[in-house]
C-alpha cells in the first residue's frame, strides 16, 4: 500500500507549508524578507545566518498537552519551562511530540516546523512572551533552508490570523549557560 503522507524534502522541510505562508503573507499584505541558507543545525547557526541576534530567531516544538497537540514558539534565545507552559494551558500532562508524530502530524522535520498555528499547520499555536516582545523575528517556513524575517507587529498579525486560537503567555526561562571544564 502506498502511504498517502506528504513526503518531506529529505531531511530539509516541505515546499507545501513553505508556499502556504508566502500565500498568507500576500493575502495579509505584509513584507517579509526571505533568506535561502544551507540548512540549518542549531538555533545559534540559524541566526549567524541570518545575521540577526539569537533572540530574534522564533523556533518551534510541536507538543502533546493533555489530550490536544500544541505548536509552542518561543525565542531561540530562551528555553521551555514545563511547569509553567502546562500551567499556562491549564494541563497536568505536557511532552514533546516524537519525530514521527511531528512528520504525521505537520509533514514537517525536526528544525523545519514555523512557529504558526492553523491554517498553516492543522493544530492551535501558544507563544512565549519571549518570541511576542522581539521588535524582529526571524523563522524557518518549512524548511530549514529557508528563513522568513518580519516585524514584530507583522508577524503578530500572521500568528492571529488563523482559523484556530492563538494563547500568548510567559513560559520560558533563560538558556542557562554551561561552564567550561
Do not use: N, Y
Amino acid at each position: 500500500m502506498t502511504d498517502l503522507r506528504r513526503q518531506p524534502l529529505p531531511g530539509i522541510g516541505d515546499d507545501a507549508v513553505c508556499a502556504t505562508i508566502a500565500a498568507r503573507l500576500r493575502d495579509l499584505d505584509i513584507d517579509a524578507r526571505w533568506l535561502e541558507h544551507p540548512p540549518i543545525d542549531s538555533a545559534e547557526h540559524a541566526a549567524a545566518l541570518r545575521s540577526l541576534p539569537l533572540s530574534a530567531g522564533g523556533k518551534a516544538v510541536l507538543v502533546k498537552a493533555g489530550s490536544d497537540m500544541r505548536i509552542v514558539g518561543l525565542s531561540a534565545s530562551r528555553r521551555l519551562d514545563s511547569r509553567a507552559l502546562r500551567r499556562a494551558l491549564g494541563v497536568s500532562k505536557l511532552r514533546f511530540a516524537t519525530v514521527d508524530e511531528l512528520l504525521d502530524i505537520t509533514g514537517l522535520v525536526p528544525g523545519s516546523l514555523p512557529p504558526l498555528g492553523r491554517p498553516v499547520l492543522p493544530v492551535d499555536l501558544v507563544l512565549d512572551g519571549s518570541l511576542a516582545r522581539q521588535p524582529v523575528i526571524a523563522f524557518t517556513p518549512g524548511r530549514r533552508d529557508r528563513s522568513v524575517i518580519l516585524a514584530a507587529d507583522d508577524f503578530l498579525r500572521l500568528a492571529t490570523a488563523t482559523e484556530g486560537a492563538l494563547q500568548i503567555a510567559d513560559f520560558t526561562r533563560p538558556i542557562t549557560p554551561v561552564a567550561p571544564r
